[in-house]
């Protein structure tokens, strides 16, 4: 019999809607639910494509006896983090301040005025590695919720009061400036791994956000080292296995430093971020690599993740069916040398072996491998390298493949179309950029619906009961801009502006603060509020580099203004933590740079145009259109006339401009950064 999650439409609520456990989805009537019967709220939060979250979910939460336990003696609550990362956000930040770690799933209980007082991550059925079996720790805070309850109030209580005083310390009204910028490359510089790429040991990320403020900062400032960083990395990244040789793509992260064993869940959010990444290292180098692996990733979200909606679902699954029937993580990707063999006979097998770093011994589980370039250039033979490369992928197709998280989140589908609009101009792709507009079609007419606010999520063409957080503002706002941008239609300036309207009315506070939900939010035990990115752009910053695009576009001083307040929080933590804050550091490179503003007087995909989108100046705004009432669209191309009747770029920076110029080798020059 299913439970309440199956009146959802969250995937992940849904995969435990058949669990005995009696599960309630974040509501009131959960707390007085809790209230009435006088027992704790079991927070459990987790996400579709969570490895540990299955095997949790598997091993307690489908277990009859205790879901009777857990019944009986709390109100269990499951919530979907990427549904409603606020809550998510409140409750983590408790763990990590009570046990110096987190993640998911996350474990939390909570008295019926949702304050916490005890917390975990994954517990194991039986004890192990020095942890508790769950059902111990359920048996704990029970009798402690029994017989120590006054303590159990005072415990909760002090945490509230602690998660109240850490509010943000804002960096004050200082804009961060070239020796701040200087100072978080020397960081990064300093946690580089020079021999793998990246930073830090295992496990590595794909460091997305640094990658785009060193783009920036060579544009800016011509520091070899910063490309260098880049460079080397995507080209780590993109010959291991975190990157699906076979189908393109990236997987969440490695858990090694030299990239070769991923953890094997495909996100959207990491896709949209490195595509991009990739397409502005190829801007900067003409690097046929860089080239190949952002057509790749773009292609492989269109293929692999698109909806029949014409959004972009969330995540594929770590895990799937392996041969032998079991539910396995990695098993769609990963090779042994006898598959090969059936595949492409002895010959090519033994060619693909050496080409993907496929061994007997394996690299993964049980003598299987992740494919990888096992040299760090490309095949001798390229042709051959394509054609085995071509039926692997054939084959791999007939596998089970990963279950799809189908729900859209909009943030991330703001990152998709900014990617994609901006690959499919870069390189002659029209349908790439046909695919990030009907994403945006579907973010207007569902998640936007009367205009009056942003909804965080749909599934299905329906639109969800969560409210959009800051960095759905930002994000989409960010992928409407640079949809205007690529293909000249300035609703997708107006949209944005809409979006950034109630940026500055519902989630800013005092002296440039961000706050990651509306004012008018529904009220945690504390408002989440953080500067920092994580495996996306920061809520904060992601707005800031929105308001600062906007007021380049429009001249709106209220938007130039919030945006520089918003980056004072960069210039304090920028030199400091830059792992961390790689998206201000890249907003902040564009307010050093102006940004440029680059209004183009002729047709949309000119070669005027073409110029101006390729250019490297940090955060330049490009406008382009033709005819009398281009101004109206875009107010930079209001008395902006095409010379002698041909199409001409005009370019400001800093409220100064060149002179107007019909030759793209000359904007291109004026736009190198």
């Not at 692999?304 to 990707?333: I, V």
């Not at 973010?443 to 800051?470: E, F, I």
């Amino acid at each position: 019999m299913a439970n309440r999650l199956a009146q959802t439409t969250s995937p992940y609520l849904l995969q435990h809607a058949d669990n005995p456990v009696d599960w309630w989805p974040w509501s009131p009537g959960a707390f007085e639910e809790a209230r009435k019967r006088n027992v704790p709220v079991l927070l459990s939060v987790g996400y579709a494509s969570c490895h540990w979250c299955h095997v949790m979910a598997h091993e307690s939460f489908e277990d009859a006896s205790l879901a009777d336990y857990l019944n009986a003696h709390f109100v269990p609550v499951k919530v979907d983090r990427e549904e409603r990362p606020d809550v998510d956000a409140v409750y983590m930040e408790a763990v990590q301040a009570a046990t110096g770690q987190g993640g998911w799933p996350m474990t939390v209980f909570l008295t019926a005025d949702a304050e916490p007082f005890y917390f975990g991550t994954y517990f194991p059925p039986e004890p192990r590695h020095g942890m508790p079996s769950f059902h111990q720790v359920l048996e704990g805070v029970v009798a402690a919720w029994t017989d120590r309850r006054e303590e159990v109030a005072e415990v909760a209580g002090r945490i509230v009061r602690d998660l109240a005083g850490r509010s943000v310390t804002h960096g004050g009204t200082e804009l961060p400036g070239g020796p701040e910028l200087a100072q978080a490359l020397l960081r990064l510089t300093r946690d580089y791994d020079e021999k793998h790429g990246g930073f830090g040991g295992a496990p590595k990320f794909p460091p997305s956000m640094v990658l785009e403020f060193l783009l920036r900062h060579h544009a800016r400032t011509g520091a070899e080292g910063a490309l260098e960083m880049a460079a080397d990395t995507c080209a780590a990244m993109a010959h291991g296995g975190i990157y699906d040789q076979l189908g393109g793509g990236f997987a969440r992260y490695s858990v090694d430093r030299e990239w070769i064993v991923p953890h094997f869940e495909k996100m959207l959010y990491d896709n949209a971020l490195l595509c991009r990444a990739y397409a502005h290292l190829w801007r900067a180098t003409g690097s046929d690599l860089a080239r190949r692996v952002a057509l790749e990733t773009a292609d492989f979200m269109v293929r692999e993740l698109r909806t029949a909606e014409g959004g972009f679902a969330s995540a594929l699954d770590a895990d799937s069916e392996d041969a032998r029937g079991r539910h396995a993580e990695g098993a769609f990707y990963v090779w042994t040398p006898a598959q090969l063999r059936e595949v492409l006979g002895a010959e090519d097998a033994a060619f693909a072996a050496e080409h993907f770093g496929v061994t007997e011994e394996g690299t993964f589980e049980e003598g299987s491998s992740v494919l990888r370039l096992a040299r760090t250039g490309e095949a001798r033979d390229a042709e051959r390298a394509a054609d085995v490369r071509a039926r692997l992928f054939a084959a791999r197709e007939a596998r089970v493949r990963p279950e799809r998280d189908d729900k859209i989140v909009a943030a991330w589908n703001g990152l998709a179309i900014a990617a994609l609009a901006e690959t499919g101009a870069y390189f002659g792709r029209p349908d790439l950029v046909e695919r990030a507009t009907e994403a945006a079609d579907l973010l207007v007419r569902v998640h936007m619906g009367d205009l009056a606010r942003l909804c965080r999520t749909s599934k299905d063409g329906r639109a969800g009961d969560n409210a959009g957080v800051l960095e759905d503002y930002g994000d989409v706002a960010e992928g409407f801009l640079t949809l205007a941008s690529v293909t000249g239609e300035g609703v997708w300036l107006e949209f944005a502006g809409f979006l950034l309207d109630i940026v500055l009315e519902r989630f800013t506070g005092e002296n440039g603060q961000l706050y990651d939900t509306a004012d008018d939010a529904e009220q945690l035990i504390r408002r989440p509020q953080d500067p920092t990115d994580s495996a996306t752009p920061a809520g904060w910053t992601a707005a800031a580099g929105a308001l600062l695009s906007y007021a380049a576009h429009t001249g709106s001083e209220a938007h130039r203004t919030a945006a520089e307040g918003a980056l004072g929080i960069v210039g304090a933590l920028g030199p400091k933590a830059p792992r961390f804050t790689g998206w201000g550091l890249a907003v902040a490179e564009a307010l050093l740079d102006g940004p440029r503003e680059v209004a183009v007087a002729g047709p949309v995909a000119g070669e005027l145009h073409r110029a101006a989108l390729l250019g490297r100046a940090p955060g330049a705004v490009v406008a382009v259109g033709e005819g009398p009432d281009a101004g109206a669209e875009f107010p930079l191309l209001a008395d902006r006339t095409p010379v002698g009747g041909a199409p001409t770029a005009y370019v400001c920076r800093h409220f100064v401009c060149d002179a107007p110029t019909t030759d793209a080798a000359d904007l291109a020059a004026k736009l190198a950064g």
